[in-house]
Structures are given as structure tokens and as C-alpha cells.
């Protein structure tokens, strides 16, 4: 018998010892906690391993301190909350309503209105294989250990799951045959369909600024550190960085990952959680009045913008103004605005070559009238947790696709710095392959056409 099995068999009994003992709430369920002993027995709970970060169950909880007070229900974002509340403590449980079958487990536990410790910080340690259900499809198993398991039988989990370089994995003897974690997180920096073969002509974006306006930014990361010229935070003084950010800066012009490599940084954060254009509008007249200083090598020509919806945001007007007023002075931007363009997801075949436009099938967020399509999903990207921290997604989204988008736009303009943005869309969409995938995004076609346009005398407005 391992360590593993007696820590778990010791959990179980004292589980039992407290729902059976003669005294005490644990004996009546519908009897809730006194709250003289909560702490004693909250944090023995903690201790113990019943009461875990993301692990425990709200019947578990409901076993060993009776029935709530009440219960409260709400949204947030994507996921529904459940709240358990016991005199002078509750139990926030969540679960992502986008997942059939997911179950609420365990996010916080307040005590007279202190957050416990129950693992959020930490390293989340899988006990048994019947944890790997628990875990929602957005954050997988990021930062969790799986030492403890035997996961020959878990390739079809593994594979919907994202993980990151913090994941800790049992050995090779304890894997699927043929799944290598530490490969898959490596083969996929590749930015694939070509991009690299780009790299190699000297077309890396040299010469081009790029803007992100997205959440706020670790700027640390190694994969775009040294491409970041200036970074705008008005506002959000105090406000760690966000998950948001990394992999979209690390699409547009990471080392490794990026489209556009050698392209100029500038980075505004924005609280893109509120549901006000404010921050876009603001963002975009900066990067007018920076245009009128810069340098040619650093003068911004591309924004990318990964979110949408703007209609449904206050000040919806100004916002158009200022977005056409962007597109009239030659700034090419993109966002995830339906209403503008719609380009769909692509999710690469596990461990296929990234570079064949035949690997690649439909991803999650792709629609009938995509007219483009882009490589998301089993890709690897920058993660706002470290300077060195990569994370594997699976499903990829839109919100990665509008940089890749604006990476191809900078080495458009390296190539032809008077073409249009509007003939760059053209010819993104025109030059597409269409597979049974849909129509896939061509680097190398289109950049051939970009060439053609150099001794144009007109350009399409």
C-alpha cells in the first residue's frame, strides 16, 4: 500500500468519525454548526483535506456541518455561484455554464468575513482519479499536481483538458502511451501555416508598432518583454495582471510564439470588465497623439482588440467615431466584433504537423459565415503566472485569433508600409484556403500578394 492510498484511507475515517461521532453537529444534518466551535472544525476540516479548493462538493460540506441557513444562487461572467451560509461563515461554490455535467466545487470559505486558506494559492494536489472530473475546461489542470495518480486510462481527459508548464505529471510509466505533455507544450510556439518560413526571409514585422488594448499586462514574460516599448495602465493602479493578456501579446510578437516577432509593442491596459467603451476610446486617441511623435520604425500602423459586443457598451457612438476616425489615418485594427468581421477558430491536430493546412479542423468558436478561419486551439501560449510560465489551450478562442490576425497585418506593412488596411482584410480573406476545415488563413499567400501591391499606384481605400 503507498503513501497515497493511506492518506486517502486516513481522510475517509476521519470523514466517518465526524459524521457519525455521538456529539456535535456532524451526527444531525439538519442542525448547522455552532459557530463557538467553527473554527476549531472548519479549519480541522482544511487540514484534513475534506474541505479543498476546488475539490469538495457542496453535499460534502452539508455531511460534516448539517444543513445551511439559506442558500443563495447567482451569475458571474460565465459561471453560476452557490453559496452555503452558516452563522458567521459561507461556502462559495462555482461551475462554468458552458459545461454539460460540471459540478459546483468548492472557490472560497469566509469566517466572520475572513477569506480562509483552503488551497487558492497553492499548488491544487489531485487525491484520486475521481478528481479529474471535478475540473472545469477553462482552467484544467493549470498548476495542479498529478503525481499521485495513475493516468494510463485518461488519454480522452487529458486530451480536452489545458494544462501549463507548472503542471507537475507522475512518470512516463504512468501515462498514456504516447502522450507527452512536456512535447505537445514545445511543438506548440509554433505559430504554423508557414509563419516561421516567413521569419527566415527577414519578414518578422522590423519596423512596425503594434498595439494591444487588453487587460492588464504581466510585462515581465519572457516571450514579449524585450518587444514592449511602453505600457499604459491609467487607472488600474494596483490591479495584478490578468490571464487575459499574456497569450494575446505573446500571439502578436512573442520570441517564439509571435506572428510578428521584430514588431514594436505598446500595451494599454483597460478594464475590459466593465461594460463601458471608455478605455477603447481613450486608448485609441492616445496612440493618435503618439503616432504624431514616434519615430517612423516605432509609429503605431496595427491595434488589436480581443473583445466585441461594443454596441451593448455605454458610449457606443463615440466609440464608432473614433474607431473610423483609427481606420481613416491607416490604422489597421482588429477586434472580435462580429459586426465587423467574422473569422472563426481552427484547432490543430494532436501532435500534427502545425505547418500543413490539412491538420487543422473546425474549432469551437467557428460558424457557418466565418470568412476566415484561425489556428487556436492545442496551442501553446504566454501565461500572465510568470516570467517563464507557458500554458497548452485545447479549445483556443477568438480572443487568440484577432492577434494572430494583427501579427500578419505588421508584416504586411513591413513589407509594403503604403498598403491600405483595408487591402490588407481583402487580401487576408481572398488568399484563405477553404479545406473541410473552412477557409484557413494563408501567411505565405498572402504575403505574396502584399508583394504584388508594392509597385501599385493605387490603393484600395
Known amino acids: 500500500m503507498n503513501w497515497a492510498t493511506i492518506k486517502n484511507n486516513l481522510a475517509s475515517i476521519f470523514f466517518l468519525a465526524l459524521l457519525f461521532a455521538a456529539k456535535g453537529p456532524y451526527a444531525q444534518a439538519s442542525h448547522p454548526v455552532k459557530e463557538e466551535n467553527a473554527v476549531d472544525k472548519i479549519e480541522t476540516a482544511i487540514q484534513s483535506g475534506l474541505f479543498t479548493y476546488k475539490l469538495t462538493e457542496p453535499h460534502e460540506v452539508q455531511s460534516v456541518l448539517g444543513l445551511p441557513l439559506r442558500e443563495h444562487w447567482r451569475k458571474d461572467g460565465g459561471r453560476d455561484l452557490l453559496e452555503l451560509i452558516y452563522p458567521a461563515m459561507t461556502f462559495t461554490f462555482g461551475k462554468y455554464r458552458s459545461e454539460p455535467g460540471a459540478v459546483f466545487t468548492l472557490l472560497d470559505v469566509t469566517l466572520n468575513n475572513k477569506t480562509m486558506d483552503i488551497g487558492q494559492n497553492r499548488k491544487l494536489l489531485l487525491r484520486n482519479n475521481g478528481d479529474l472530473r471535478k475540473l472545469n475546461h477553462f482552467d484544467g489542470l493549470q498548476n495542479v499536481s498529478l503525481k499521485q495518480l495513475d493516468l494510463r486510462t485518461e488519454l480522452p481527459m487529458l486530451e480536452s483538458l489545458p494544462f501549463d508548464s507548472e503542471t507537475e505529471w507522475p512518470g512516463a510509466d504512468s501515462l498514456p502511451a504516447g502522450f507527452d505533455p512536456r512535447r505537445l507544450l514545445e511543438e506548440g510556439k509554433n505559430p504554423g501555416l508557414g509563419i516561421r518560413a516567413l521569419h527566415a526571409q527577414g519578414i518578422t514585422g522590423r519596423g512596425v508598432g503594434l498595439a494591444v488594448i487588453d487587460q492588464p499586462l504581466l510585462m515581465e514574460h519572457e516571450e514579449y518583454a524585450g518587444r514592449l516599448a511602453r ?231
Not at 505600457?231 to 494596483?238: I, K, Q, V
Not at 467557428?366 to 479549445?395: C, L, M, Q, W
Not at 501591391?453 to 481605400?461: F, M, V
Open 231 to 461: 505600457y499604459d495602465a491609467t487607472g488600474l493602479a494596483g490591479f495584478p495582471p490578468q490571464m487575459h493578456g499574456s497569450p494575446i501579446a505573446s500571439v502578436a510578437v512573442g520570441k517564439d510564439i509571435g506572428v510578428a516577432p521584430e514588431a514594436t509593442l505598446s500595451y494599454f491596459a483597460v478594464p475590459m470588465w466593465k461594460k463601458d467603451n471608455s478605455g477603447y476610446i481613450r486608448a485609441l486617441r492616445m496612440i493618435f497623439d503618439l503616432n504624431e511623435h514616434l519615430p517612423e520604425e516605432e509609429t503605431i500602423r496595427v491595434v488589436s482588440i480581443s473583445d466585441g459586443r461594443f454596441a451593448s457598451k455605454k458610449r457606443y457612438a463615440e466609440w464608432q467615431a473614433v474607431l473610423r476616425d483609427a481606420r481613416e489615418t491607416g490604422l489597421f485594427v482588429v477586434t472580435c466584433d462580429t459586426s465587423d468581421w467574422h473569422f472563426g477558430t481552427l484547432t490543430l491536430k494532436e501532435s500534427a504537423d502545425p505547418d500543413s493546412v490539412d491538420n487543422y479542423q473546425a474549432g469551437k468558436y467557428s460558424f457557418p459565415d466565418d470568412v476566415i478561419r484561425i489556428p487556436t486551439g492545442n496551442k501553446t501560449f504566454a501565461s500572465h503566472k510568470g516570467a517563464e510560465v507557458y500554458f497548452y489551450d485545447r479549445e483556443g478562442g477568438r480572443s487568440w485569433a484577432a492577434p494572430y490576425l494583427a501579427g500578419l497585418a505588421a508584416l504586411a506593412f513591413q513589407v509594403n508600409p503604403r498598403i491600405s488596411p483595408q487591402k490588407i482584410k481583402t487580401l487576408l480573406i481572398g488568399t484563405a484556403i477553404h479545406t473541410t476545415a473552412g477557409p484557413v488563413v494563408n501567411p505565405l499567400g498572402f504575403i505574396e500578394q502584399v508583394k504584388k501591391t508594392i509597385n501599385e499606384k493605387e490603393y484600395e481605400k
